[in-house]
């Protein structure tokens, strides 16, 4: 399949590790130019050289922490000034604290906000005017199953989150006249360093080893394991791809079955 990807520029937040690692380093693959941000200094330029190690791909890391504006801003300035401009953007970030919903401040509270929608909804707004310059992108917002199905003791990124999907949406619909594609992607039980986290501590919650958590995961995901990042990635491509030219405004959910619902 011709994903069209070639010479790209694509915008990708939460990248040093996890799943937004994988999304840069597939778009790279496929000949994207990848301009990558994280709070993480050394995590960041680490993974941009993975990156152009494995695929010879331009790769541009930036030190960015996604609920500064002002941090957004330089990011997007940087990719501009290094590439010319921006194709596709990944609104990714990072989770906040676990923890039940009563037991949140409101600092805690604004905290979420800023990390799971506030920062979306201001890189599209820097992103935006380079893809109406140059005739179009697309953008995918990643959010998490607990959009569709609250996850215990996660209740900030659950409820913060959910916005996501209603923001896509609405983008979707604001920007199809100007050849910006808006799309949403859930990834389900991933095996990165975040699912890892909360595997163990719901094992001490049980009282159980990380190993018997994880099996008791799988058992309710009807592949019967957890997906891999490349995996989760892929679907990522696709939605940037033309092959989903006539795509906007949709969920993709990458779970092995593991939501339910109709």
Known sequence: MNTGLTNKIAMVAGA????????????AKEGAKVSISSRDAAAIHAAADKIRTETRADVLATVTDVTSSDAITAWHKATIDRFGGVDLLFTNSGGPPAGVAMAQDDAAWQKAFDLLLLSAVRMVR??????????????VMPTSTAVKEPIANIALSTI????????????AQELA????RVNHLIPGRIDTDRVREFDEINAKKAGITVEEQKKRSSATIAMGRYGDPDE???????????????????TLQ???GLLKGI
């Open 232 to 250: 989760f990635a892929a679907a990522a491509v696709f939605l940037f791809s033309d092959a989903a030219s006539y795509i906007t405004g949709a």
């Open 160 to 171: 913060m989150r959910t916005s996501v999907p209603a923001l896509s949406k609405v983008l």
């Open 126 to 139: 820097v992103a935006v005017p380079s893809m109406i310059e140059r005739g179009g992108g697309a953008i």
């Open 16 to 27: 040093s590790r996890g799943l937004g690692f994988a999304v840069a380093r597939a778009l």
């Open 254 to 256: 990458v779970d092995g």
């Open 177 to 180: 006249s100007k050849k910006i």
